[in-house]
């Protein structure tokens, strides 16, 4: 099922979300409409729980979709993932679905190695380097109650209107 995506300044966007069980149906089906909802919008590369209204620590990631440099693992959801180690350093351009109006100059690693949990329960641990690394964080951010938002230098210089969002 295609989720509604909630925009800022919905109060679970700034919330941090709970640790999920991915035993739980619950948690199960919200990875398969996660992952049908990032599917759904063009350009999407990423999605939390958050932004779907649920404060659940869970993340689906397809960094294949668009092509950019880096490592590309397909579509990866993440049960209580966590960020545990970043190198390097690159500033971008970044948009959400959930701020659909603008997009920012924001500083990310790039690389990162993230661990948590397959929808089997099984641990991933996930080595990541450009494009990809930058969604995990992105992701990552969202669990935290962060927006790209939270991460430019200056919200005069550093935010800009979006023309379309595609």
Known sequence: MILEVVR???PVL????SPADP???AVQK???DMLETMNHHNRCVGLAAPQVGVSKCVIVVDASRIDKPGTRHGPVALVNPVLKRLTGEKMLREGCLSVPDYTGNVIRGTKALVQGLDPQGKE?????EGFEAIVFQHELD???????????GSLETDVFRRKKYA
């Open 14 to 17: 700034k919330t941090s979300a």
């Open 8 to 10: 800022f300044p919905h």
């Open 124 to 128: 991933l641990i996930i080595e990541a």
């Open 142 to 152: 969202h669990l935290g109650g962060k927006l790209f938002l939270d991460r430019v």
């Open 30 to 32: 919200l990875i398969a």
């Open 23 to 25: 035993a739980d149906p």
